[in-house]
Protein backbone atom coordinates (compact mmCIF):
# COMPACT_ATOMS: atom_id res chain seq x y z
CA UNK A 1 0.00 0.00 0.00
CA UNK A 2 1.14 3.54 -0.77
CA UNK A 3 0.90 4.98 2.88
CA UNK A 4 -0.13 8.99 2.83
CA UNK A 5 -1.33 9.01 6.28
CA UNK A 6 1.52 10.01 8.03
CA UNK A 7 -0.04 12.94 9.99
CA UNK A 8 -1.95 9.81 12.04
CA UNK A 9 0.38 7.63 12.66
CA UNK A 10 4.10 8.30 10.93
CA UNK A 11 4.14 4.77 8.32
CA UNK A 12 7.78 4.77 8.26
CA UNK A 13 9.54 3.12 11.44
CA UNK A 14 13.65 2.72 11.26
CA UNK A 15 14.61 -1.16 11.98
CA UNK A 16 16.28 0.62 15.30
CA UNK A 17 13.26 2.31 16.30
CA UNK A 18 11.28 -1.33 16.09
CA UNK A 19 14.52 -3.51 17.69
CA UNK A 20 14.44 -1.35 20.46
CA UNK A 21 10.21 -1.55 21.04
CA UNK A 22 10.76 -5.67 20.64
CA UNK A 23 13.81 -5.89 22.66
CA UNK A 24 12.18 -3.94 25.59
CA UNK A 25 9.07 -6.46 25.31
CA UNK A 26 10.96 -9.66 24.87
CA UNK A 27 14.32 -9.24 27.37
CA UNK A 28 13.20 -6.01 29.54
CA UNK A 29 10.22 -7.12 31.54
CA UNK A 30 10.91 -4.57 34.16
CA UNK A 31 9.18 -2.09 36.05
CA UNK A 32 11.80 1.38 35.82
CA UNK A 33 11.94 2.87 39.26
CA UNK A 34 9.75 0.57 41.21
CA UNK A 35 12.93 -2.29 42.07
CA UNK A 36 16.65 -2.48 43.16
CA UNK A 37 17.42 -5.38 41.07
CA UNK A 38 19.66 -5.07 37.90
CA UNK A 39 16.74 -5.39 35.81
CA UNK A 40 14.79 -2.39 36.81
CA UNK A 41 17.63 -0.29 37.31
CA UNK A 42 18.68 -0.75 33.37
CA UNK A 43 15.13 0.24 32.67
CA UNK A 44 15.48 3.43 34.91
CA UNK A 45 18.98 3.84 32.89
CA UNK A 46 16.96 3.50 29.54
CA UNK A 47 14.19 5.91 30.81
CA UNK A 48 16.29 8.66 32.17
CA UNK A 49 18.35 8.26 29.12
CA UNK A 50 15.75 8.83 26.88
CA UNK A 51 14.27 12.15 29.23
CA UNK A 52 18.15 13.23 28.45
CA UNK A 53 17.69 12.86 24.86
CA UNK A 54 13.91 14.56 24.83
CA UNK A 55 15.57 17.30 26.49
CA UNK A 56 18.57 17.96 24.42
CA UNK A 57 16.44 17.56 21.05
CA UNK A 58 13.66 20.13 22.76
CA UNK A 59 16.41 22.69 24.53
CA UNK A 60 15.10 21.45 28.17
CA UNK A 61 15.94 19.97 31.45
CA UNK A 62 15.42 16.33 32.04
CA UNK A 63 13.87 16.37 34.64
CA UNK A 64 11.09 18.43 33.07
CA UNK A 65 10.45 15.84 30.61
CA UNK A 66 7.16 13.92 31.45
CA UNK A 67 6.06 10.83 29.73
CA UNK A 68 2.43 10.28 28.81
CA UNK A 69 0.34 7.41 26.68
CA UNK A 70 0.24 10.41 24.13
CA UNK A 71 0.07 13.99 22.64
CA UNK A 72 -3.90 13.75 23.83
CA UNK A 73 -3.01 12.97 27.49
CA UNK A 74 -0.02 15.26 27.80
CA UNK A 75 -2.23 18.34 26.29
CA UNK A 76 -4.92 17.23 29.17
CA UNK A 77 -2.64 17.15 31.88
CA UNK A 78 -0.83 20.47 30.66
CA UNK A 79 -4.47 22.57 30.24
CA UNK A 80 -6.34 21.10 33.27
CA UNK A 81 -2.44 21.22 35.24
CA UNK A 82 -2.44 24.97 34.90
CA UNK A 83 -5.19 27.29 34.60
CA UNK A 84 -6.48 29.36 37.15
CA UNK A 85 -10.60 29.07 38.03
CA UNK A 86 -12.03 32.22 37.10
CA UNK A 87 -9.46 32.88 34.16
CA UNK A 88 -9.73 34.00 30.56
CA UNK A 89 -7.74 31.80 28.42
CA UNK A 90 -7.24 31.98 24.10
CA UNK A 91 -7.19 29.01 21.70
CA UNK A 92 -7.74 28.63 17.94
CA UNK A 93 -9.50 27.56 15.00
CA UNK A 94 -6.98 25.82 13.84
CA UNK A 95 -6.92 23.59 16.78
CA UNK A 96 -7.30 19.47 17.31
CA UNK A 97 -10.04 18.29 19.55
CA UNK A 98 -7.33 17.59 21.61
CA UNK A 99 -7.00 20.68 22.75
CA UNK A 100 -10.91 22.20 22.05
CA UNK A 101 -12.69 19.63 24.14
CA UNK A 102 -10.80 20.24 27.50
CA UNK A 103 -11.16 23.71 27.01
CA UNK A 104 -14.82 23.49 26.24
CA UNK A 105 -15.51 21.06 29.70
CA UNK A 106 -14.10 23.67 31.88
CA UNK A 107 -15.84 26.89 30.07
CA UNK A 108 -19.01 24.62 30.22
CA UNK A 109 -17.82 23.88 34.18
CA UNK A 110 -18.00 27.78 34.40
CA UNK A 111 -14.08 27.40 35.34
CA UNK A 112 -12.91 29.42 32.48
CA UNK A 113 -14.00 32.29 30.04
CA UNK A 114 -12.87 31.59 26.06
CA UNK A 115 -11.91 33.51 23.50
CA UNK A 116 -11.25 31.20 19.71
CA UNK A 117 -9.36 33.30 17.23
CA UNK A 118 -9.03 32.87 13.96
CA UNK A 119 -5.95 33.11 12.20
CA UNK A 120 -5.54 36.63 9.99
CA UNK A 121 -3.71 35.41 7.20
CA UNK A 122 -1.76 32.18 6.80
CA UNK A 123 -1.42 31.16 10.05
CA UNK A 124 -2.38 32.82 14.09
CA UNK A 125 0.25 35.43 14.61
CA UNK A 126 1.46 37.68 17.89
CA UNK A 127 -0.68 40.49 16.86
CA UNK A 128 -3.97 37.75 16.16
CA UNK A 129 -3.19 37.14 20.14
CA UNK A 130 -2.52 40.03 22.03
CA UNK A 131 -5.84 41.36 20.15
CA UNK A 132 -7.93 39.41 22.78
CA UNK A 133 -5.42 39.15 25.33
CA UNK A 134 -7.67 40.84 28.44
CA UNK A 135 -6.49 41.61 32.49
CA UNK A 136 -7.77 38.11 33.51
CA UNK A 137 -6.00 36.57 30.62
CA UNK A 138 -4.21 33.28 32.36
CA UNK A 139 -3.86 30.57 29.45
CA UNK A 140 -2.68 30.48 25.99
CA UNK A 141 -2.96 27.12 23.96
CA UNK A 142 -2.39 27.07 20.54
CA UNK A 143 -1.07 24.12 18.04
CA UNK A 144 2.28 24.71 16.07
CA UNK A 145 1.11 23.66 12.65
CA UNK A 146 -2.53 22.66 11.44
CA UNK A 147 -3.04 18.72 11.47
CA UNK A 148 -5.48 19.79 8.01
CA UNK A 149 -4.05 22.28 5.93
CA UNK A 150 0.16 22.11 7.18
CA UNK A 151 -0.13 25.88 8.15
CA UNK A 152 2.24 26.85 10.63
CA UNK A 153 1.25 29.40 13.41
CA UNK A 154 3.87 31.98 15.47
CA UNK A 155 5.11 29.63 18.37
CA UNK A 156 7.76 32.06 19.01
CA UNK A 157 6.03 35.41 18.10
CA UNK A 158 3.56 34.40 20.61
CA UNK A 159 5.95 32.88 23.01
CA UNK A 160 7.44 36.65 22.95
CA UNK A 161 4.38 38.56 23.44
CA UNK A 162 3.35 36.11 26.64
CA UNK A 163 7.08 35.78 28.21
CA UNK A 164 6.77 39.27 30.55
CA UNK A 165 3.16 38.58 31.59
CA UNK A 166 1.76 35.70 34.29
CA UNK A 167 0.31 33.88 31.31
CA UNK A 168 1.40 30.06 30.72
CA UNK A 169 1.83 28.96 27.29
CA UNK A 170 1.05 25.86 25.79
CA UNK A 171 1.84 24.31 22.86
CA UNK A 172 0.75 21.53 20.76
CA UNK A 173 3.77 20.25 18.73
CA UNK A 174 2.36 16.97 17.61
CA UNK A 175 2.57 18.20 14.00
CA UNK A 176 5.64 20.06 14.21
CA UNK A 177 8.37 17.79 16.59
CA UNK A 178 10.88 15.91 14.45
CA UNK A 179 9.48 17.93 11.35
CA UNK A 180 10.66 21.27 12.03
CA UNK A 181 13.11 22.74 14.92
CA UNK A 182 11.57 23.43 18.32
CA UNK A 183 12.95 24.78 21.35
CA UNK A 184 11.05 25.16 24.85
CA UNK A 185 13.31 27.36 26.27
CA UNK A 186 14.42 29.61 23.32
CA UNK A 187 10.80 29.77 22.71
CA UNK A 188 9.90 30.93 25.95
CA UNK A 189 7.24 28.04 25.97
CA UNK A 190 5.88 27.13 29.42
CA UNK A 191 4.49 23.39 28.10
CA UNK A 192 5.24 21.72 24.66
CA UNK A 193 3.01 18.54 23.92
CA UNK A 194 4.31 16.14 21.18
CA UNK A 195 3.72 12.45 20.05
CA UNK A 196 5.99 9.62 20.03
CA UNK A 197 4.34 8.11 17.07
CA UNK A 198 4.95 10.93 14.16
CA UNK A 199 7.78 12.47 13.40
CA UNK A 200 10.13 11.08 16.27
CA UNK A 201 9.41 7.92 14.83
CA UNK A 202 8.38 5.42 17.75
CA UNK A 203 6.09 3.07 18.32
CA UNK A 204 2.48 4.40 19.03
CA UNK A 205 1.55 4.63 22.97
CA UNK A 206 4.28 7.19 24.18
CA UNK A 207 3.95 10.97 24.63
CA UNK A 208 5.49 13.73 26.21
CA UNK A 209 4.88 16.95 27.92
CA UNK A 210 8.23 18.93 28.25
CA UNK A 211 7.63 21.98 30.48
CA UNK A 212 9.92 24.86 30.69
CA UNK A 213 12.01 26.57 33.63
CA UNK A 214 8.88 27.99 35.44
CA UNK A 215 5.90 26.09 34.45
CA UNK A 216 3.99 24.83 37.46
CA UNK A 217 1.76 21.46 36.68
CA UNK A 218 -0.72 20.03 38.91
CA UNK A 219 -1.30 16.59 38.73
CA UNK A 220 -3.82 15.10 36.92
CA UNK A 221 -3.70 11.30 37.62
CA UNK A 222 -2.53 10.12 40.83
CA UNK A 223 -0.91 6.79 42.25
CA UNK A 224 2.26 5.13 42.42
CA UNK A 225 5.29 6.32 41.50
CA UNK A 226 8.05 4.34 43.51
CA UNK A 227 8.87 7.57 45.71
CA UNK A 228 7.14 8.86 48.53
CA UNK A 229 4.57 6.21 49.39
CA UNK A 230 3.23 7.18 52.37
CA UNK A 231 2.63 10.13 51.21
CA UNK A 232 -0.91 10.71 50.77
CA UNK A 233 -0.11 13.02 47.95
CA UNK A 234 1.77 12.86 45.00
CA UNK A 235 5.69 13.92 45.42
CA UNK A 236 6.38 18.04 45.03
CA UNK A 237 9.21 17.06 42.32
CA UNK A 238 9.08 16.34 39.03
CA UNK A 239 8.73 13.65 36.52
CA UNK A 240 7.27 11.62 39.36
CA UNK A 241 4.59 14.22 40.17
CA UNK A 242 2.81 13.91 37.05
CA UNK A 243 3.94 10.31 36.44
CA UNK A 244 1.31 8.01 38.02
CA UNK A 245 1.75 4.03 37.42
CA UNK A 246 4.02 1.53 35.09
CA UNK A 247 5.79 3.94 31.91
CA UNK A 248 5.11 1.97 28.54
CA UNK A 249 9.20 1.24 28.10
CA UNK A 250 9.57 -0.60 24.99
CA UNK A 251 7.41 2.51 23.75
CA UNK A 252 9.72 4.64 25.29
CA UNK A 253 13.05 2.26 24.40
CA UNK A 254 11.85 2.73 20.60
CA UNK A 255 11.25 6.81 20.89
CA UNK A 256 14.66 6.84 22.21
CA UNK A 257 15.80 5.24 18.85
CA UNK A 258 13.86 7.30 17.05
CA UNK A 259 15.43 10.59 18.60
CA UNK A 260 18.87 8.94 17.56
CA UNK A 261 17.56 8.51 14.15
CA UNK A 262 16.45 11.99 13.48
CA UNK A 263 18.73 13.90 15.35
CA UNK A 264 20.41 15.82 12.84
CA UNK A 265 18.62 15.16 10.13
CA UNK A 266 15.48 17.66 10.76
CA UNK A 267 16.36 20.30 8.42
CA UNK A 268 16.17 17.34 6.06
CA UNK A 269 13.01 16.19 6.76
CA UNK A 270 11.58 19.47 6.51
CA UNK A 271 13.03 20.33 2.74
CA UNK A 272 11.99 16.83 1.66
CA UNK A 273 8.36 17.25 3.07
CA UNK A 274 8.27 20.52 1.16
CA UNK A 275 9.48 19.26 -1.58
CA UNK A 276 6.76 16.41 -1.77
CA UNK A 277 4.30 18.58 -0.70
CA UNK A 278 4.70 21.18 -3.39
CA UNK A 279 4.98 18.55 -6.12
CA UNK A 280 1.63 17.59 -5.03
CA UNK A 281 0.25 20.86 -4.77
CA UNK A 282 1.28 21.94 -8.65
CA UNK A 283 -0.10 18.78 -10.18
CA UNK A 284 -3.69 18.87 -7.91
CA UNK A 285 -4.05 22.31 -9.28
CA UNK A 286 -3.81 21.26 -13.31
CA UNK A 287 -6.74 18.75 -11.48
CA UNK A 288 -10.05 21.00 -12.65
CA UNK A 289 -12.15 18.60 -10.03
CA UNK A 290 -9.84 19.43 -7.28
CA UNK A 291 -9.82 22.33 -4.66
CA UNK A 292 -6.85 23.04 -3.25
CA UNK A 293 -6.92 24.38 0.96
CA UNK A 294 -2.74 23.81 1.69
CA UNK A 295 0.19 25.63 0.16
CA UNK A 296 4.02 23.57 0.16
CA UNK A 297 4.88 23.36 3.84
CA UNK A 298 8.11 21.94 5.40
CA UNK A 299 4.85 19.32 7.75
CA UNK A 300 4.26 17.22 4.10
CA UNK A 301 0.20 18.04 4.83
CA UNK A 302 -1.87 18.67 1.87
CA UNK A 303 -5.91 18.97 2.01
CA UNK A 304 -8.08 19.46 -0.60
CA UNK A 305 -11.59 18.44 -1.97
CA UNK A 306 -13.58 17.04 -5.22
CA UNK A 307 -16.16 18.48 -6.85
CA UNK A 308 -17.68 14.87 -7.25
CA UNK A 309 -17.47 12.76 -4.65
CA UNK A 310 -17.63 13.22 -0.41
CA UNK A 311 -14.53 12.78 1.00
CA UNK A 312 -14.58 9.74 3.34
CA UNK A 313 -16.13 8.58 -0.07
CA UNK A 314 -12.92 9.40 -2.19
CA UNK A 315 -10.41 8.30 0.87
CA UNK A 316 -12.48 5.24 0.85
CA UNK A 317 -12.16 4.16 -3.31
CA UNK A 318 -8.41 5.28 -3.16
CA UNK A 319 -8.20 2.64 -0.42
CA UNK A 320 -10.47 -0.09 -1.70
CA UNK A 321 -9.52 -0.19 -5.41
CA UNK A 322 -6.05 1.86 -5.85
CA UNK A 323 -4.23 0.69 -2.30
CA UNK A 324 -3.73 4.24 -1.11
CA UNK A 325 -3.94 4.93 1.86
CA UNK A 326 -4.92 8.82 2.97
CA UNK A 327 -7.99 10.17 5.36
CA UNK A 328 -11.00 11.82 4.24
CA UNK A 329 -12.98 13.43 6.59
CA UNK A 330 -12.69 16.32 9.51
CA UNK A 331 -9.28 15.23 10.94
CA UNK A 332 -10.60 16.09 14.82
CA UNK A 333 -10.30 19.71 14.20
CA UNK A 334 -14.19 20.82 13.53
CA UNK A 335 -13.59 24.54 14.06
CA UNK A 336 -10.93 24.86 10.96
CA UNK A 337 -13.35 22.80 8.73
CA UNK A 338 -15.53 25.67 9.75
CA UNK A 339 -13.28 28.64 8.54
CA UNK A 340 -12.38 26.37 5.43
CA UNK A 341 -15.86 25.97 4.83
CA UNK A 342 -15.51 22.07 4.74
CA UNK A 343 -17.71 21.57 7.44
CA UNK A 344 -20.34 19.69 5.50
CA UNK A 345 -17.67 17.06 3.27
CA UNK A 346 -15.13 17.53 5.13
CA UNK A 347 -11.30 17.16 2.96
CA UNK A 348 -9.23 14.37 1.90
CA UNK A 349 -5.35 14.81 3.93
CA UNK A 350 -2.63 13.65 2.08
CA UNK A 351 0.42 13.56 4.60
CA UNK A 352 4.26 12.27 3.67
CA UNK A 353 6.82 11.43 5.54
CA UNK A 354 10.51 12.14 4.12
CA UNK A 355 10.46 8.54 2.75
CA UNK A 356 7.57 8.93 0.36
CA UNK A 357 8.35 8.99 -3.66
CA UNK A 358 7.45 11.27 -6.28
CA UNK A 359 6.26 8.52 -8.17
CA UNK A 360 4.01 7.75 -5.04
CA UNK A 361 2.42 10.84 -6.26
CA UNK A 362 2.03 10.18 -9.86
CA UNK A 363 0.09 7.23 -8.63
CA UNK A 364 -2.56 9.19 -7.05
CA UNK A 365 -2.72 11.48 -9.43
CA UNK A 366 -3.34 8.62 -12.14
CA UNK A 367 -5.97 7.27 -9.56
CA UNK A 368 -7.61 10.67 -9.55
CA UNK A 369 -7.98 11.20 -12.80
CA UNK A 370 -9.36 7.49 -13.48
CA UNK A 371 -11.61 7.80 -10.16
CA UNK A 372 -12.87 11.46 -12.13
CA UNK A 373 -13.53 9.62 -15.67
CA UNK A 374 -16.24 7.08 -13.94
CA UNK A 375 -17.93 9.90 -12.55
Known sequence: MIYFDNAATGGFKPFKSVDAGFNAMKNLNANAGRSGHKLSLYASEIVYDTRRALAKFFGASPERIVFTSNCTEALNVAIFGTYQRGCHAITTVTEHNSVLRPLYELKRRGEISLSVIPPSAGGVTAEDVEKHLTPSTKLVVINAVSNVT?????????GRLLSNKDITYVVDGAQMAGHSEINVDNQLIDALCVAGHKGLLSSQGVGVLILGKSASV??????G???????????????????AGTLNLPAICSLKAGLEYIDGNVNYVSSQLFSLSENLIVRLSRLPFIKLYSIPNKYGIVSFTHTDYPSQELSQILSDKYDIAVRGGFHCAPLMHKFLKTDKLGTVRVSFAPQNTRREISSLISALKDISLCF
Not at 150 to 158: K, L, P, W
Not at 218 to 223: A, D, E, I, N, Q
Open 225 to 243: TGSDSFSDDMPEFLPERLE
Open 150 to 158: GVENDVTGI
Open 218 to 223: RPLVFG
